[in-house]
């Protein structure tokens, strides 16, 4: 009896797979490495862009395998998936990134108080905590763009006098899990009290930068944060999203004392 031969391999499935794995295993380095600080964060995001774009390539070979598979009968019907599977679960993250930086405005820079931001601490230990990073004012740009598209974040007043709205903003503050790395008290005169902070992104330990001031009104007390990005023009909401989150906490923190 003759045999017949058999289907041919999809060679495309097979590369499909190959640098499936190859673009999960360049993605996996550049984050282990930019978290633990090993690369700096523009070489990490090439990295990372890198493993994006063979994520891209091992898409359309999986793609143009499954079609080549359905339409002649070849093999590689598990190389294809496995191909098109991981590629795409990479290529998830870049596709949502894109997603929300068209609907978000492109600033780094948010602040309740548009006309005096809170200024961040120089002292020694501050300044080491953030590896020498003080972040600069404002531009009257990006003041103007945070009007237009986050005109709901404004300062807070509680009904609380500063020694009793100290400890609702200290609570808060270490509910959130931000790591204060710089504290000074009002001052005799009427002086703010003012708290520096970090918080780091949650894929890459990217930090942001925190400053809130809390001043002594007659009876009240207002409170003012400014959040900026340490890195990248464009925070995808996240300042204007931590702000709010902030704001909200204190203001049920100080209903509950």
Same mark, same amino acid.
């Given at each position: 009896?003759?045999?017949?031969?058999?289907?041919?391999?999809?060679?495309?499935?097979?590369?499909?797979?190959?640098?499936?794995?190859?673009?999960?295993?360049?993605?996996?380095?550049?984050?282990?490495?930019?978290?633990?600080?090993?690369?700096?964060?523009?070489?990490?995001?090439?990295?990372?862009?890198?493993?994006?774009?063979?994520?891209?390539?091992?898409?359309?070979?999986?793609?143009?395998?499954?079609?080549?598979?359905?339409?002649?009968?070849?093999?590689?019907?598990?190389?294809?998936?496995?191909?098109?599977?991981?590629?795409?679960?990479?290529?998830?993250?870049?596709?949502?990134?894109?997603?929300?930086?068209?609907?978000?405005?492109?600033?780094?820079?948010?602040?309740?108080?548009?006309?005096?931001?809170?200024?961040?601490?120089?002292?020694?230990?501050?300044?080491?905590?953030?590896?020498?990073?003080?972040?600069?004012?404002?531009?009257?740009?990006? +003041?103007?763009?945070?009007? =237009?598209?986050? !005109?709901?974040?404004?300062? *807070?007043? &509680?009904? %609380? $006098?500063? /020694?009793? #709205?100290?400890?609702?903003?200290?609570?808060?503050?270490?509910?959130?899990?931000?790591?204060?790395?710089?504290?000074?008290?009002?001052?005799? +005169?009427?002086?703010?009290? =003012?708290?520096? !902070?970090?918080?780091?992104? *949650?894929? &890459?330990? %990217? $930090?942001? /930068?925190? #400053?809130?001031?809390?001043?002594?009104?007659?009876?009240?007390?207002?409170?003012?944060?400014?959040?900026?990005?340490?890195?990248?023009?464009?925070?995808?909401?996240?300042?204007?999203?931590?702000?709010?989150?902030?704001?909200?906490? &204190?203001? %049920?923190?100080?209903?509950?004392?």
């Amino acid at each position: 009896m003759r045999r017949l031969p058999p289907d041919p391999l999809s060679i495309r499935a097979v590369w499909a797979r190959r640098l499936g794995w190859f673009a999960a295993a360049v993605t996996l380095i550049g984050v282990l490495a930019t978290r633990a600080g090993l690369l700096p964060y523009h070489q990490g995001i090439v990295v990372l862009g890198a493993g994006a774009a063979v994520a891209l390539l091992a898409f359309v070979l999986a793609l143009v395998a499954l079609v080549e598979i359905w339409n002649i009968g070849a093999r590689g019907l598990r190389q294809a998936l496995v191909g098109f599977l991981l590629s795409l679960v990479l290529l998830a993250g870049p596709a949502s990134l894109g997603v929300r930086a068209m609907a978000t405005p492109a600033l780094n820079d948010i602040s309740t108080d548009l006309a005096d931001p809170p200024h961040f601490s120089r002292t020694r230990a501050a300044l080491a905590a953030r590896d020498g990073v003080v972040p600069g004012q404002s531009s009257a740009a990006t +003041r103007a763009a945070q009007r =237009r598209h986050y !005109a709901d974040i404004k300062p *807070l007043e &509680l009904d %609380l $006098p500063i /020694d009793e #709205a100290l400890p609702v903003v200290n609570a808060v503050i270490e509910a959130m899990g931000w790591r204060v790395i710089a504290r000074q008290g009002p001052s005799r +005169r009427g002086g703010p009290a =003012r708290i520096d !902070a970090l918080e780091s992104s *949650l894929v &890459l330990r %990217l $930090p942001d /930068d925190i #400053a809130v001031r809390v001043t002594p009104l007659i009876e009240r007390t207002r409170i003012d944060i400014r959040s900026v990005s340490r890195h990248g023009e464009r925070d995808l909401g996240g300042n204007a999203a931590r702000v709010r989150r902030f704001l909200a906490a &204190l203001q %049920l923190e100080a209903r509950g004392r």
